[in-house]
């Protein structure tokens, strides 16, 4: 046995631990801070009504060429599969910068196209340009949200609601910027929406990482924190579109909205220097109290050494078993909570339910977000409403994503009170929604809006919080994005073959013989209450279907629910804290130390 003595003083101690600049970049929390930026910008899907009438009138597009534009950027937003499984092999740098690399290629050929800078492109490089520039709002999001959610296990429904929470503002967000940098220059907007994503994921590459560390007691308060300042920001946006809504606004106003914009976009960096800077100090303290510190090395005995290539034979012999079991094991899955491979995960009952009832819920939510101009229209609003409608969408949005995944953290913790029922219940709520729609109940939508708007953002931390818990860590980024598809599913179902069929069969009742007639990419106008009447009287039925089916995935998972989850994360961090700095590091706690990291899911 060797034993080695290493004399520190306070000066020495705080040399070693280096600046706390340093420590703040290379920190968990300054993580969780660049994933808010990349998260901020990375919308771009959700504001395509703001630029799609710059394509259709710059290329000459009919309204049935411009949706099927629409539909590839829809499929590519939904479609992160590829994203997913890239990840699972590569860092998250890797990933980031193919989204990056993917974004500006897609929208910087649109803008070309539309402001002539390159001769008319053919409708289908149309549809792989803008397919490429939503794809690579897959890749922001796995890169960014499995992140977090490996370094913050145990938080995980907190983490995804403020990740996801400000992926609903970006629209408002990007929609200041760009009057701040461009004015009213639309076209323009389509070259923001190029660059600064791609420059945002490029700044921060190195920062945004799995990190293996232990999990802190504070880090709920911190989460906690950063949520206000993201309620701030959307109480400013929400207030700030009302009164763009109702002043005229000149490019100076612009340019003090972006600078305030910018301003709430870095403040939740005075909330990550303030956690570092507080653990900096306390690290520091525990290392200028101890003026000595005792390492000892053992040397290994002949039992250690005996038995060494026992364990790993043993070890190689259980890696075996499940390569060759790979295939065979698909309907043998583990218990819940446990690491499922992706195929017993997508083959699992659990997910199938999961699959299911996500397709019909968030597929009515998303038909009544893309369709609420033409219901308003419809149902005699005025033309300006239009923008409101949009705005609370967009606003709600946000609060349904931080709102249910902060909530359901709560709820979980403190009262055991399952995350799927929580999915139940926001699919019921929706209902309440489509059936003012259905019935046209007068100044009803703005409450529809609200409700469709807080529904569908409260679904995603739902659903993937709900997987990585169940189908564990290892493989989440695949499943996750396997769960989005969902979305797509659901739309095109709903709002594709249901709603469009039957508005346009409303429509033809109102001008006979003219649906049949028809040239193509010429629209009919319907209106009334009648013309979407039918359509969400079936998507009600189906969202209340949808219910019952994730009120069955309820029941069989209320046993898992019933259990503390989060027990061995809180375990981990409480022996870490505990262990005193002094004197020898055993086998035993270096065996447990790496048995917690295992534990964490930390690829």
Request: glycine share 8%; proline share 4%.
């Amino acid at each position: 046995m060797v034993a080695t003595v290493v004399s520190t003083s306070g000066r020495g101690g705080s040399t070693k631990l280096g600046s706390i600049g340093h420590r703040v970049i290379t920190g968990r929390w300054f993580t969780v801070f660049a994933s808010l930026l990349v998260m901020a910008v990375s919308g771009a899907t959700y504001m395509f009504g703001s630029y799609s009438n710059d394509i259709k009138t710059s290329l000459g597009y009919d309204q049935t060429t411009l949706n099927l534009l629409g539909f590839f950027k829809d499929l590519g937003a939904n479609v992160g599969v590829v994203s997913g499984l890239i990840n699972e092999i590569t860092p998250t740098w890797v990933i980031l910068s193919i989204g990056a690399v993917m974004n500006f290629y897609g929208y910087f050929m649109i803008w070309l196209a539309v402001t002539g800078r390159i001769a008319k492109p053919q409708v289908w490089q149309m549809c792989l340009y803008i397919c490429s520039g939503a794809n690579s709002q897959s890749f922001s999001n796995t890169g960014a949200l499995v992140t977090c959610v490996k370094n913050f296990p145990g938080s995980r429904g907190s983490v995804l609601g403020l990740l996801k929470g400000y992926v609903g503002l970006s629209g408002a967000i990007i929609t200041q910027l760009y009057h701040a940098f461009y004015g009213d220059d639309s076209k323009s907007l389509i070259l923001l929406i190029a660059w600064i994503p791609a420059a945002v994921s490029i700044f921060f590459l190195p920062t945004i990482r799995v990190l293996n560390t232990a999990r802190q007691p504070s880090e709920l308060r911190v989460f906690y924190n950063l949520l206000y300042v993201s309620l701030g920001f959307a109480g400013f946006l929400m207030l700030l579109i009302i009164v763009q809504n109702n002043l005229g606004f000149t490019r100076t106003d612009y340019v003090l909205d972006g600078l305030m914009v910018l301003f709430f976009l870095f403040l939740p960096l005075a909330v990550v220097f303030r956690e570092e800077l507080y653990l900096w100090r306390a690290t520091n303290q525990d290392l200028t109290d101890t003026s000595e510190v005792m390492v000892i090395t053992e040397d290994p005995s002949p039992t250690t050494e005996s038995n060494q290539p026992q364990l790993e034979s043993s070890a190689d012999m259980t890696k075996s078993e499940k390569e060759g079991s790979c295939f065979s094991n698909i309907f043998k899955p583990p218990s819940r909570g446990e690491d499922y491979t992706i195929l017993q995960a997508l083959f699992s009952v659990d997910m199938l339910l999961l699959f299911a009832a996500s397709t019909f819920s968030v597929g009515g939510t998303l038909t009544a977000i893309d369709n609420l101009g033409q219901i308003a229209k419809s149902l005699g609003y005025p033309s300006k409403s239009t923008s409101t409608f949009v705005s609370l969408v967009s606003i709600w949005n946000y609060l349904g994503r931080v709102v249910a995944g902060f909530a359901s953290e709560i709820l979980l913790t403190k009262y055991k009170f399952p995350r799927p029922l929580m999915l139940s219940l926001i699919m019921l709520v929706s209902c309440v929604g489509h059936l003012l729609i259905a019935f046209g109940v007068p100044n009803s939508l703005y409450l529809s809006s609200l409700i469709a708007g807080f529904c569908f953002g409260a679904q995603w931390p739902l659903l993937y919080a709900i997987i990585s818990e169940i189908f564990g860590l290892k493989y989440c980024s695949t499943l996750m994005n396997m769960g989005g598809l969902a979305s797509p599913l659901g739309s095109y179902i709903l709002n594709v073959r249901v709603t469009g069929y039957l508005y346009d069969k409303e429509a033809s009742k109102q001008l006979p013989g003219k649906w049949l007639t028809m040239d193509a990419g010429e629209g009919l106008s319907c209106i009334g209450v009648h013309c979407y009447k039918m359509a969400f009287l079936i998507i009600t039925a189906l969202t209340l279907m949808a219910c019952l089916i994730s009120l069955i995935f309820v029941i069989r998972t209320r046993n898992f629910y019933k259990v503390d989850m989060y027990s061995k994360y809180r375990m981990d961090a409480q022996t870490v804290m505990s262990t005193p700095r002094r004197g020898p590091v055993s086998p035993e706690r270096e065996s447990l130390l790496e048995h917690s990291q295992d534990k964490r899911c930390a690829d």
